[in-house]
């Protein structure tokens, strides 16, 4: 069965750090995966997504995100966090022997302090 | 380029009552996907809707239904309302005959509040 698993409710930064937003995903098939950010009282807005090719994958707003087969993860990165990141993220696996059905995670609730 | 819109923004009934909500995909865009976000439940899929035929249906009971338009607009139908409804309903549009690799552009929403 397609799944994707974000294994954080919750991610604490300082403004300034890096910070990772990590996505696990199980599909039979080639995965095709993307991220997604959600603002308060808002819809979801794209960030980026895999598909092939290079593993590391470049998006909106200075994210990226590293495709790593091996351990079936898709973690979401940025170098340094602004406050304005401060957001709901879902990570989402699109498989063909789903009906190319879009599942989402349960979100990562990433929270960054001055 | 306008994005995905969705009307009412927010949207009460009481229990019973049938609910109708609309979106409107981004020109050009003729797959229309309708998702409900409920506390602490994240994203379902309900609905999928291509050139005005249903292709794909969400784990929902039937009360959920919906209809694409000419226009490719959409409308989706929640009949005999109960509590558990209430949720944020998110409309996505992607491009013809979305494949695999098409990405979602998501509407802000509609809340709706069943009481």
């Known amino acids: 069965a397609q799944s994707v698993a974000q294994p954080e409710d919750q991610v604490n930064v300082a403004e300034g750090n890096p910070l990772t937003v990590k996505c696990t995903y199980s599909v039979s098939g080639n995965p095709y995966l993307f991220w997604y950010v959600q603002y308060p009282n808002r819809g979801l807005q794209f960030l980026l997504k895999y598909i092939t090719g290079d593993n590391l994958v470049k998006g909106s707003y200075g994210f990226e995100a590293e495709f790593n087969k091996s351990q079936t993860s898709f973690h979401l990165k940025k170098p340094s966090a602004l406050v304005s990141d401060s957001a709901l993220y879902f990570c989402a696996v699109r498989d063909k022997a789903n009906n190319n059905d879009m599942r989402f995670g349960a979100g990562t609730r990433l929270t960054v302090k001055p | 380029e306008a994005g995905v819109t969705q009307s009412p923004t927010h949207l009460i009934k009481t229990r019973g009552q049938q609910a109708t909500l609309r979106c409107s995909p981004i020109?050009?865009?003729?797959?229309v996907y309708w998702y409900q976000q409920a506390l602490g439940l994240g994203l379902q899929f309900l609905l999928w809707?291509?050139?005005?035929?249903?292709?794909n249906r969400g784990n929902f009971p039937p009360r959920f239904s919906g209809r694409q338009f000419p226009n490719y607009s959409s409308e989706l139908n929640v009949n005999a309302l109960e509590l558990e409804d209430s949720a944020l309903y998110l409309c996505a549009s992607s491009a013809r005959l979305a494949g695999i690799t098409d990405t979602q552009y998501f509407g802000p929403g509609t809340r709706l509040t069943v009481l």
């Open positions: 809707y291509d050139e005005g035929e249903e292709r």
């Open positions: 020109s050009g865009h003729t797959s």
